[in-house]
């Protein structure tokens, strides 16, 4: 089952990024998946953040300033003939909560959620590897986002 929540507003969408292990997506030369992931969270978003799930998949972070709405994906990289376990999952402090988990060939998600003046957890599943941002896995405050 997939999850929606909407809250409105508006911001300026600056990043920061702080060292870490999520690589940063290639804005100037996106993959097929990146822009799978940015078609399946919707108009106005764009991957702000990627990791990857040892070689059987890629967790991608999507942020739309409209709304300061983030969006989770997670893609298969390689090709499947049945469903396995997958997961694509987003928190905004510990107050909302969506996530997309169930047996798919390709990819889960794409799960959003609005997080105005507060900070996110991310992360997604394939083929039993697991990986979860930093309690604070990235922020929205008024005028800018922060990317952990």
């Not at 799960?111 to 997604?124: D, E, M, Q, R």
Request: aromatic letters at 8%; glycine letters at 12%.
């Amino acid at each position: 089952m997939k999850k929606y929540l909407a809250v409105l507003g508006l911001t300026t969408f600056c990043l920061t990024l702080t060292t870490g292990a999520p690589t940063s997506a290639a804005a100037a030369n996106p993959g097929p998946s990146q822009l799978r992931a940015e078609r399946l969270c919707g108009s106005g978003y764009h991957v702000i953040k990627t990791r990857d799930l040892d070689k059987s998949a890629t967790v991608y972070l999507s942020y739309r300033s409209e709304g300061q709405r983030f969006c989770v994906t997670t893609f298969r990289t390689t090709h499947r003939t049945t469903g396995a376990e997958m997961e694509a999952f987003l928190e905004v402090q510990g107050r909302l909560q969506a996530h997309d988990r169930g047996l798919y060939r390709s990819y889960a998600g794409a799960v959003s959620l609005s997080a105005p003046n507060g900070c996110i957890t991310w992360g997604g599943e394939a083929d039993g590897v697991r990986w979860t941002s930093p309690r604070s896995g990235a922020c929205s405050t008024s005028g800018t986002s922060t990317i952990g």
